[in-house]
């Protein structure tokens, strides 16, 4: 199992999306499990990202909403960076 890293910028920028979300909490909720228990599950479309963005790695909640992790596996910690629509988080 890895550990999810939740900072405070990302808690803050997350209560602001699910105020405006709320319907996606359980999709959420189902991500962060299967990124814990494996972040190489084809359903959460990991993906390296490119330009200004490049350190991180994106997850996909559904088609339309991603968080952002910085996917550099440290004593198994995994740290969410940003969460949000495709054209928001990129």
């Known amino acids: 199992m890895y550990e999810i890293i939740f900072g405070k910028k990302y808690e803050k920028v997350a209560k602001k999306f ?4 709320s319907s996606l909490k359980e999709k959420y ?9 494996n972040p190489y599950h084809p ?3 990991l993906h390296k990202l490119k330009g200004a963005l490049k350190e991180y790695s994106s ?5 339309e909403y991603r968080v952002i992790i910085d996917f550099i596996i440290v004593d198994n910690k995994i740290f969410l960076i940003d969460i949000g629509s495709h054209d928001k988080v990129y």
């Not at 997850?59 to 088609?63: A, C, G, H, K, T």
Request: zero cysteines; hydrophobic letters at 45%.
């Open 43 to 45: 359903s959460l479309r």
């Open 29 to 37: 909720k189902k991500t962060i499990f299967l990124l814990k228990s």
């Open 59 to 63: 997850i996909s909640i559904d088609m």
């Open 18 to 21: 699910f105020k405006k979300h």
